[in-house]
């Protein structure tokens, strides 16, 4: 609160000193050299595309588990979209299908710019490393929605760690700053990428295009040019100097949910939970945005979410596939997706925030122990 009372107290509500102190804030949290931070998760997607290059000629590859704003970030570029099946166990993108999707493009398609979207949903990262080997195979770019796993990581054989949002194995990621996420600026997203001209063409779209950065300018402060065609996609220093706030507690509150999914875990480590659900894997590096879930009986799943919601408690169902949309439903037939189909019709969100009060958790895990029984 007094952080953003500053801000509406001090000369810059906007375009101020606050988004660039974010922006650092959030190269040092996240391992990273530049962030770039801008109106929303759904900008930040556009922005990274369209630095890339991205335009009616172009392909975005994407998982058919997602939020419509991976694939829509293509298409307000006019670029193609692709989608590729997911893992039945987590909903992240299967490599397999990826792989198909990668061949099928350069065999069918002429195009300028592919560029694939993994998303590491849930909070668990997408196999960043081996996606960027295929990239490579079929000159493809990568640019990772990391709305769901700042802070999120995997860890290899020999004890390294490829962080989500890092840019290690990617062009760039984004995440999101909606209220929901792990960093909240009530609106807001960012571009985070170790490359110095993406970072600055970012930059240059999320206003205008416009640039100061020209010979003309030193002599002539007030000058500007607009080089290209961009947006309006800036972010206030209201929400930035939320940000800052909300980073210093991005650690304790990963922690939080660590512990929430770990005490889930231990519950429903009981028969009358295991012989009827599927819970996520413990991992180290999860980042725990959601809590999913899966009912072996896929028929339970929509039965639980009634009964739960009678008991005062709100599950969701993250996500309906892509192709089941009406705006991309002509375009392709469910059975190509086994994997988006058998995560879709069993999965459920059950209550996961660092808020969630123990009382609460237990209420939920006695709740669906009833259900169950
Ligand atoms: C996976 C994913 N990508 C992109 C977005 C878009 O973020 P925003 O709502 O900040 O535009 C979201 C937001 O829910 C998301 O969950």
Redesign the pocket.
């Known amino acids: 609160m007094e952080a953003v009372s500053n801000v509406l107290k001090s000369p810059w509500l906007t375009q101020g000193p606050k988004v660039p102190e974010f922006e650092d804030h959030l190269c040092e949290f996240l391992r990273v050299k530049h962030a770039v931070a801008c109106s929303?998760?759904?900008a930040a997607?556009q922005l990274a595309y369209a630095s890339l290059g991205v335009n009616s000629d172009s392909i975005g590859v994407v998982p058919s588990v997602?939020?419509a704003?991976?694939a829509n970030a293509f298409r307000y570029l006019d670029a193609k979209v692709m989608l590729c099946d997911v893992n039945e166990d987590d909903g992240i993108i299967n490599l397999a299908s990826l792989e198909e999707q990668l061949i099928s493009a350069r065999k069918n398609h002429n195009f300028n710019i592919g560029v694939i979207c993994p998303?590491s949903l849930a909070g668990k990262s997408a196999p960043l490393k081996e996606i960027y080997e295929l990239a490579k195979i079929y000159d493809f770019h990568v640019i990772e929605?990391a709305?769901?796993s700042p802070g999120a990581y995997l860890g290899d054989n020999d004890g390294h760690r490829t962080y989500s949002c890092s840019s290690e194995w990617t062009d760039a990621s984004t995440v999101?700053?909606?209220p929901v996420k792990h960093i909240c600026c009530g609106?807001g997203?960012a571009i985070l990428t170790n490359s110095p001209d993406l970072a600055r063409k970012a930059e240059r779209l999320r206003s205008h295009g416009i640039t100061r950065d020209t010979s003309q300018s030193k002599d002539r402060p007030w000058y500007y040019e607009q080089v290209e065609l961009g947006w309006n996609f800036r972010i206030t220093d209201i929400q930035a100097a939320l940000g800052i706030e909300q980073l210093k507690r991005l650690g304790s509150s990963i922690q939080k949910r660590h512990s929430i999914a770990q005490k889930y875990d231990i519950a429903f480590a009981e028969p009358k939970f295991r012989s009827k659900i599927d819970c996520p894997l413990i991992l180290d590096g999860h980042a725990w945005h959601l809590y999913v879930i899966r009912f072996r009986d896929s028929t339970l799943r929509d039965q639980a979410y009634h009964y739960l919601k009678a008991r005062g408690i709100i599950t969701q169902v993250h996500y309906i596939p892509l192709y089941r949309h009406p705006y991309h439903a002509g375009n392709y037939l469910a059975d190509d997706f086994p994997g988006a189909e058998a995560y879709f019709s069993s999965c459920l969100s059950i209550p996961m925030s660092p808020s969630l009060l123990p009382a609460e958790q237990e209420e939920v895990i006695n709740a669906l122990g009833d259900f169950l029984s």
């Open positions: 929303s998760g759904t997607l997602t939020f704003a991976t998303v929605d709305s769901h999101s700053f909606h609106e997203g």
